[in-house]
T-cell receptor, first 111, second 113 residues
Framework: GQQLNQSPQSMFIQEGEDVSMNCTSS?????WLWYKQEPGEGPVLLIA?????ELTSNGRLTAQFGITRKDSFLNISASIPSDVGIYFC???????????FGQGTRLTINP | DAGITQSPRHKVTETGTPVTLRCHQT?????MYWYRQDPGHGLRLIHY???????DKGEVSDGYSVSRSKTEDFLLTLESATSSQTSVYFC????????????FGPGTRLLVL
């Protein structure tokens, strides 16, 4: 089946630093999504991307849909303590009902 | 917040026993999904439903069955629980079936001893 490789698996940073993470796929996706999950809760959608090359921001978060349609990137600028959590990428192929998720990036921030 | 509840929120059971998890929505959304989440695997789709009595298999459906007799409830049953089914189970709902419209419930933590 389709697989997404998300990296890095974990990050330990200082408050105020910028963060970058990415997802790559062996298949083409028509939609890329980025979620954040906090302890004891379900994932919450941060950003949705629909077109190759698209760059979309949500506050301090910026995500890009790769030109090849096989990758996506998420950047967080000037991290703050509430950014702590697990970030997941997910992709959906054309006509597919199903989402495929990456393994997640666990972000830890030292104040 | 989307009106999704899952019950129970935590359960401990023994190998070989049947287990049923319930997802209940108040949004009248057509699509409902069951995922499991395990370390190193992200979320993986078990089964989904695209209407009452209409269901289909996901990526990891072996050992699981589902039922949807009314719009608001989607049940996930482990016929005979195994230790490999220890996981956190998430329900999601969607009005349109489009990826960006999926909203997730709070999860059920299941431990099979």
């Amino acid at each position: 089946g389709q697989q997404l490789n998300q990296s890095p698996q974990s990050m330990f940073i200082q408050e105020g630093e910028d963060v970058s993470m990415n997802c790559t796929s062996s298949s083409i996706f028509n939609t890329w999504l980025w979620y954040k999950q906090e302890p004891g809760e379900g994932p919450v959608l941060l950003i949705a991307l629909y077109k190759a090359g698209e760059l979309t921001s949500n506050g301090r978060l910026t995500a890009q849909f790769g030109i090849t349609r096989k990758d996506s990137f998420l950047n967080i600028s000037a991290s703050i303590p509430s950014d702590v959590g697990i970030y997941f990428c997910a992709g959906q192929g054309q006509g597919a009902q199903k989402l495929v998720f990456g393994q997640g990036t666990r972000l830890t921030i030292n104040p | 917040d989307a009106g999704i509840t899952q019950s129970p929120r935590h359960k401990v059971t023994e190998t070989g026993t049947p287990v049923t998890l319930r997802c209940h929505q108040t949004e009248n959304h057509r699509y409902m999904y069951w995922y499991r989440q395990d370390p190193g695997h992200g979320l993986r789709l078990i089964h989904y439903s695209y209407g009452v009595k209409d269901t289909d298999k996901g990526e990891v459906s072996d050992g699981y069955s589902v039922s949807r007799s009314k719009t608001e409830d989607f049940l996930l049953t482990l016929e005979s629980a195994t230790s490999s089914q220890t996981s956190v189970y998430f329900c999601a709902i969607s009005r349109t079936g489009q990826a960006e419209t999926q909203y997730f419930g709070p999860g059920t933590r299941l431990l099979v001893l």
